[in-house]
């Protein structure tokens, strides 16, 4: 499966945008699918997260209340809607996807098969 990620840009503190998770090759209908994001210096940090069936999702506290994770079987995408940015939310955010997957881990990295390349996201103060 290759991933494509895109949406990322520049934004105003406040502002919003929608991040897009293309797949290619393969199906992400029994696929998890993450979203990532690294920022200079930092560690690569579990964003958001959905399960295969959307049943199960994962929102780092930072993030809570002001993103939505979606998933479009039918079209093979993944989204992450993100609102009311902040200047910290500034990252290069990365799409993954994984074939197996406890729920428990869906925040950590190590856990997922297929990573994009990152789109840039940045929140001018």
């Known amino acids: 499966v290759q991933l494509q990620a895109s949406g990322g840009g520049l934004v105003q503190a406040g502002g919003s945008l929608r991040l897009s998770c293309a797949a290619s090759g393969g199906t992400l209908d029994y696929s998890a699918v993450g979203w990532f994001r690294q920022a200079p210096g930092k560690e690569r940090e579990g964003v958001s997260c959905i399960s295969s069936n959307g049943g199960a999702t994962y929102y780092v506290d930072s993030v809570k209340g002001r993103f939505t994770i979606s998933k479009d079987n039918a079209k093979n995408m993944v989204y992450l809607q993100m609102s009311s940015l902040k200047p910290e939310d500034t990252a290069v955010y990365y799409c993954?996807?994984?074939?197996?997957?406890?729920?428990?881990?869906?925040?950590?990295?190590?856990?997922?098969?297929?990573w994009g390349q990152g789109t840039l996201v940045t929140v001018s103060s």
């Open positions: 993954a996807a994984a074939l197996r997957i406890i729920v428990s881990m869906m925040r950590l990295p190590s856990s997922y098969d297929y």
